[in-house]
């Protein structure tokens, strides 16, 4: 990863990026059945346990995920199961953002969710919260 991949999570365009992901895939999970939101639980699961974080320990570590956490990563899985997202105008051309570390674009990034929110409340008439607390 180069130096700007590396930084660009961590900046106001990344956060941005991310909270407008985080936004979507909340609105988008709560849209899906059942089956579908599972197959998007496992993904997430299937991420921590590639990102490092021990099998047997993984499930445990999801369980703790705050909202904006877990949503960030539901979006990077939404992406590689193809779902596309449910609100439109929102994501460059419509597609999840390429974020490549959600957990770390989402911290300290209440000001960017507030903007993304804001920005959905003005295109979709849908307001959307989320927050770095517990889920």
């Known amino acids: 990863m180069g130096i700007f991949s590396a930084l660009f999570g961590r900046t106001g365009p990344g956060k941005y990026m991310a909270a407008k992901n985080a936004l979507v895939s909340k609105y988008t999970f709560s849209t899906l059945d059942p089956p579908t939101q599972e197959k998007i639980d496992e993904d997430v699961l299937r991420q921590l346990i590639r990102g490092g974080i021990p099998a047997a320990q993984a499930a445990e ?3 703790r995920l705050r909202e904006t956490q877990y ?3 539901a979006a990077f899985a939404m992406a590689e199961l193809e779902i596309a997202p449910k609100l439109s105008g929102i994501l460059f051309k419509n597609w999840w953002e390429h974020v490549s570390n959600p957990l770390v ?9 507030e903007m993304a929110s804001a920005e959905i409340q003005r295109k979709h008439q849908v307001t959307m919260t989320i927050s770095d607390e517990d889920r």
């Not at 674009?105 to 969710?113: D, N, V």
């Open 105 to 113: 674009a989402l911290t300290g990034a209440e000001k960017e969710i």
């Open 61 to 63: 570590f999801k369980t």
């Open 71 to 73: 949503f960030g990563l």
